[in-house]
T-cell receptor, first 114, second 115 residues
Framework: EPEVTQTPSHQVTQMGQEVILRCVPI?????FYWYRQILGQKVEFLVSFYNNEISEKSEIFDDQFSVERPDGSNFTLKIRSTKLEDSAMYFC????????????FGSGTRLTVV | QKEVEQNSGPLSVPEGAIASLNCTYS??????FFWYRQYSGKSPELIMS????GDKEDGRFTAQLNKASQYVSLLIRDSQPSDSATYLC???????????????FGKGTLLTVNP
């Protein structure tokens, strides 16, 4: 069964450093998302991406965050200057088509900012 | 603020029993509804989706939707220890541009099935 692949599975970074989280969505999917889940809290929407542009972003997704699909397969989330409160599980997700269907989540990247 | 609320857990049931999980949502324009299962430290896994009022059955799982009451539930029949996980209710409403379809999640209900 096709999977959404995320790397790395765990990243530890110092506060203020830049991190890039990588995702390879399912190959025929067109809609891409990043979510995060702080330990013990809800899964929260960060950003949606379609047709090479952001279609919506949440309040969390401020100027420190950016997304890119540089080569038609990878989908990356960059955090420019990490803060302690950025520590969370980050999930990439994708879906194949428009319409109100569920989507497939990747296995996640646990980001720890120290 | 669009909210999704789930009945507070944890919920503990014996093996073979029916587990009932509930969810309410605040946004009346919500159009589709999902149940995800999340094992500890893992990503959400889609187990059920429902779009219209009524019941939808898939194996041991039944999702029920009542849009008038803004209520969606998940029943798990013949619960197994492997069903022990956190169950997340998620609600989806297309944004005005129609290209978003973001999900709003509830906090989840932790289900424990005891052998």
């Amino acid at each position: 069964e096709p999977e959404v692949t995320q790397t790395p599975s765990h990243q530890v970074t110092q506060m203020g450093q830049e991190v890039i989280l990588r995702c390879v969505p399912i190959s025929n999917h067109l809609y891409f998302y990043w979510y995060r889940q702080i330990l013990g809290q809800k899964v929260e929407f960060l950003v949606s991406f379609y047709n090479n542009e952001i279609s919506e972003k949440s309040e969390i997704f401020d100027d420190q965050f950016s997304v890119e699909r540089p080569d038609g397969s990878n989908f990356t989330l960059k955090i420019r200057s990490t803060k302690l409160e950025d520590s969370a599980m980050y999930f990439c997700a994708s879906k194949v088509q428009a319409g109100l269907y569920g989507y497939t989540f990747g296995s996640g990247t646990r980001l720890t900012v120290v | 603020q669009k909210e999704v609320e789930q009945n507070s857990g944890p919920l503990s049931v014996p093996e073979g029993a029916i587990a009932s999980l509930n969810c309410t949502y605040s946004d009346r324009v919500s159009q589709s509804f999902f149940w995800y299962r999340q094992y500890s430290g893992k990503s959400p896994e889609l187990i059920m989706s429902i779009y219209s009022n009524g019941d939808k059955e898939d194996g041991r799982f039944t999702a029920q939707l009542n849009k008038a009451s803004q209520y969606v539930s998940l029943l798990i029949r013949d619960s197994q220890p492997s069903d022990s996980a956190t169950y997340l209710c998620a609600v989806n409403a297309a944004n005005s541009g129609g290209s978003n379809y973001k999900l709003t999640f509830g906090k989840g209900t932790l289900l424990t099935v005891n052998p």
